[in-house]
């Protein structure tokens, strides 16, 4: 598998499109294959025994199409399946997301730091061995804080509605008031409601609030891959193709309205 083939990245649905903006950005010559298992969505309450069954069968059918590499756009998935995918392609580049402790306890001052993140995220043994170990090694205390239905708003476009609004205000609120100075977005759907949440803070605090968010460090993990294995499409022009387990028009309209891009979008029968 060489250089010209594809580089595969999914998520439970729409999320893994924040994270494939910076890939598109650092990477314009790729051929980029996205695979948004909207039908299945969210994944975040799902038993992990779900979420590894779903990864396999979505970088099983983007193998099929000669991914030279994955990334697992999504949070919960790669707490939950990114050890399976390795050992079934062992030799291939994959590529997780996950939650940036380590960047939030960089960037600390209260020493309290707040993670937004699916229940699945927060539940799985590597978040909580990730947890453990940058604590112990910073004394920094991480606040879990599991936004159920989040993923759902975004799904569903409600990136600024009266109830997305309300969802988001009852878990910030917790979390500033228990001293988090810097808050992870662990869930990449969450970058798409950063405006609300930067209004909300607001409204709650005058202190300042950081945010981190990790598309931008798994696009040069991808670019540092890549460049490592001879793998990069040094010339021609990228392109993005979009499958989707739930609705057609739901993700090019995402596309359109989340990434300002209009590429082909086939939907995939739900077995995948
Ligand atoms: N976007 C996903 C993540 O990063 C999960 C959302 C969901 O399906 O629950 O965790």
């Not at 779903?54 to 193998?63: D, K």
């Not at 993140?117 to 909580?128: C, E, I, P, Q, V």
């Not at 609030?209 to 990790?214: E, G, R």
């Amino acid at each position: 598998m060489g250089a010209e083939a594809p580089i595969g990245v999914f998520d439970s649905g729409i999320g893994g499109l924040s994270v494939l903006k910076y890939i598109h950005a650092s990477l314009p010559n790729e051929q980029l294959l996205y695979f948004a298992d909207s039908g299945f969505a969210p994944y975040g309450g799902r038993p992990e025994s779900e979420i590894v069954a779903r990864s396999l069968a979505i970088a099983e059918f983007l193998m099929q199409y000669g991914a030279k590499a994955l990334v697992v756009a999504c949070n919960t998935a790669t707490a939950a399946a990114i050890k399976a995918i390795r050992e079934l392609y062992p030799s291939l580049p994959v590529v997780g997301v996950e939650p940036g402790l380590k960047p939030a306890a960089a960037l600390t001052r209260t020493g309290t730091v707040g993670v937004m993140a699916t229940k699945g995220t927060l539940s799985s043994t590597k978040f909580n061995l990730l947890r453990e170990q940058i604590t112990a090694a910073t004394n920094v205390v991480f606040l879990p804080q599991a936004c159920i239905g989040l993923a759902d708003q975004v799904e569903k476009g409600e990136l600024h509605s009266a109830a997305t609004a309300a969802l988001v205000r009852g878990y910030l609120q917790p979390l500033i008031e228990q001293g988090a100075d810097t808050l992870v977005l662990g869930c990449t759907h969450y970058p798409f409601v950063q405006p609300l949440i930067e209004e909300l803070i607001a409204h709650i605090t005058s202190k300042p609030i950081t945010i981190v968010d990790t598309g931008e460090p798994v696009a040069r993990q991808l670019v540092r891959l890549l460049t490592e294995k001879g793998l990069l499409r040094q010339e021609g022009v990228g392109t993005i193709t979009g499958f989707t387990t739930g609705s057609q028009t739901a993700l090019e309209s995402a596309f359109a309205k989340l990434l300002g891009l209009h590429p082909p979008v086939m939907p995939i029968a739900a077995s995948a």
